[in-house]
Nanobody, 117 residues
């Protein structure tokens, strides 16, 4: 059974930064071949894709990121990261990691990011 564990969220003031981490374990063979993404679910809204990184390291970001976030991965450690800078109130959400371009792995519990004014 694949397992994804997100961490690094918290309460931060607008304009601040956070670094989210995602640890993949279990039945995720050849993690380095899977494109991975960060998703978020704001209060009362549907889950949306924030950014993803391919197995080759190509990155892609949602328009609302506008250069503020950076996704990265460490295949040796089965880890995916999201560095978030210049956070805005509207970035408040539960953040999840999961695969893209394939059937998702079981969703983790996510990590709460709350941006205050």
């Amino acid at each position: 059974q694949a397992q994804l564990v997100e961490s690094g969220g918290g309460l931060v003031q607008a304009g601040g930064s956070l670094r989210l981490s995602c640890a993949a374990s279990g039945s995720i063979s050849r993690f380095n071949t899977v494109a991975m993404g960060w998703y978020r679910q704001p209060p009362g809204n549907q889950r949306e894709l924030v950014a993803f990184i391919t197995s080759g390291g190509t990155t892609n970001y949602a328009d609302f990121v506008n250069g503020r976030f950076t996704i990265s991965r460490d295949n040796a450690k089965n880890m995916v990261y999201l560095q978030m800078n210049s956070l805005k109130l509207e970035d408040t959400a539960v953040y999840y990691c999961n695969a893209v371009y394939r059937v998702p792995f079981p969703w983790g519990q996510g990590t709460q990011v709350t941006v205050s004014s």
